[in-house]
């Protein structure tokens, strides 16, 4: 996206009867938020009103799974500035329907009649497939996301800079081999060994007391190596969005394989470690700061002395 947008404001009454709706389906947070992100974009181009995405979604899979994080997203966020309730409803219900995936209208496009312009999220490599839609806006998407989210659900400024780590386990398998990891096969668990190794290397090279804070929905168990190391503690049991956002306040990050932390990093141009073959998609404005690394030799320079410069300046995006 060439043209940012920060600074700008949403029209007060949008095109005449043009409309976006972000349809967020059932999907993880990450996931969910592909389709507000892209819908909220394309509305400030074009001057549509957004129509508020329904969050209210059962789902039975975290309880089954016995998940940290239920995903009741409707208890996160509010309609914002978009227009929700029975208004919605009668846009969605009486008004044309066009695919923002196969009909999206060119610019300066004015209906006659009230159309809904609908985002919907790909059931498979979704990031691979949107994610360049969101790039360069990293910033307005991060405070637009705050604004939405129930005050008592956002974070705080962190007191120092901090090195943070996302473990994924929940729904994710335990891949049958590193080989099928490197290859790029998604939706696995990263070994624990690796994010340990990750850790040290970064505090012996960039920030030896910097505190570490572990986003996972692992149990303390499960996550024993990483928590045996010193000044390492977990986020407190929160919710995601709340976990998402401090994310994108960290000095580094190191990754794993899921869309949760790539969004985190993405709102705070977060430099990211990645696995090799699970960067999965370039989420930051500058690519270099998310390098493949099997181990901490691997770690190039460029980004050690951008991640010592933002220790050093106790850089971090404000909370709200």
């Given at each position: 996206?060439?043209?940012?947008?920060?600074?700008?404001?949403?029209?007060?009454?949008?095109?005449?009867?043009?409309?976006?709706?972000?349809?967020?389906?059932?999907?993880?947070?990450?996931?969910?938020?592909?389709?507000?992100?892209?819908?909220?974009?394309?509305?400030?181009?074009?001057g549509?009103t957004?129509?508020?995405?329904?969050?209210?979604?059962p789902?039975?899979?975290?309880?089954?799974?016995?998940?940290?994080?239920?995903?009741?997203?409707?208890?996160l966020?509010?309609?914002?500035?978009?227009?929700?309730?029975?208004?919605?409803?009668?846009?969605?219900?009486?008004?044309?329907?066009?695919?923002?995936e196969?009909?999206?209208p060119?610019?300066?496009?004015?209906?006659?009649?009230?159309?809904?312009?609908?985002?919907?999220?790909?059931i498979?490599?979704?990031?691979?497939?949107?994610?360049?839609?969101?790039?360069?806006?990293?910033?307005?998407?991060?405070?637009?996301?705050?604004?939405?989210?129930?005050?008592?659900?956002?974070?705080?400024?962190?007191?120092?800079?901090?090195?943070?780590?996302?473990?994924?386990?929940?729904?994710?398998?335990?891949?049958?081999?590193?080989?099928?990891?490197?290859?790029?096969?998604?939706?696995?668990?990263?070994?624990?060994?690796?994010?340990v190794?990750?850790?040290g290397?970064?505090?012996?090279?960039?920030?030896?007391?910097?505190?570490?804070?572990?986003?996972?929905?692992?149990?303390?168990?499960?996550?024993?190596?990483?928590l045996?190391?010193?000044?390492?503690?977990?986020?407190?049991?929160?919710?995601?969005?709340?976990?998402?956002?401090?994310?994108?306040?960290?000095?580094?990050?190191?990754?794993?394989?899921?869309?949760?932390c790539?969004?985190?990093?993405?709102m705070?141009?977060?430099?990211?470690?990645?696995?090799?073959?699970q960067?999965?998609?370039?989420?930051?404005?500058?690519?270099?700061?998310?390098?493949?690394?099997?181990?901490?030799?691997?770690?190039?320079?460029?980004?050690l002395?951008?991640?010592?410069?933002?220790?050093?300046?106790?850089?971090?995006?404000?909370?709200?």
């Amino acid at each position: 996206m060439n043209d940012r947008l920060d600074g700008q404001t949403p029209a007060a009454t949008g095109v005449d009867h043009l409309f976006g709706y972000p349809d967020v389906g059932r999907f993880g947070l990450a996931h969910s938020l592909m389709a507000w992100g892209r819908c909220l974009l394309w509305c400030r181009r074009s001057g549509a009103t957004m129509l508020a995405p329904i969050w209210l979604r059962p789902r039975l899979g975290p309880y089954l799974r016995r998940e940290r994080d239920k995903r009741e997203y409707f208890r996160l966020f509010h309609s914002g500035d978009a227009v929700a309730g029975l208004p919605r409803l009668w846009r969605l219900v009486f008004s044309t329907r066009l695919s923002a995936e196969d009909e999206l209208p060119p610019a300066g496009f004015s209906p006659r009649r009230p159309t809904v312009v609908v985002f919907r999220n790909s059931i498979a490599a979704n990031d691979q497939t949107f994610f360049h839609h969101l790039r360069g806006e990293g910033g307005l998407i991060r405070r637009e996301l705050t604004r939405i989210t129930r005050e008592h659900h956002r974070t705080t400024t962190p007191g120092r800079p901090f090195i943070a780590v996302h473990v994924r386990m929940g729904d994710f398998g335990q891949a049958a081999s590193v080989g099928e990891l490197k290859a790029g096969k998604t939706n696995q668990r990263i070994p624990l060994a690796w994010s340990v190794d990750m850790v040290g290397g970064l505090r012996e090279r960039v920030g030896g007391d910097a505190p570490v804070i572990l986003f996972s929905d692992g149990s303390d168990q499960e996550l024993a190596p990483l928590l045996a190391l010193p000044g390492v503690r977990r986020s407190p049991a929160q919710a995601a969005i709340t976990d998402m956002l401090a994310i994108a306040q960290a000095a580094v990050l190191v990754s794993s394989g899921s869309g949760f932390c790539r969004w985190g990093s993405f709102m705070g141009q977060v430099p990211r470690i990645c696995f090799p073959g699970q960067r999965i998609v370039a989420v930051l404005d500058d690519e270099t700061l998310e390098p493949d690394c099997a181990g901490p030799a691997d770690i190039p320079a460029p980004f050690l002395a951008a991640v010592a410069s933002r220790l050093r300046s106790g850089h971090a995006p404000p909370a709200g």
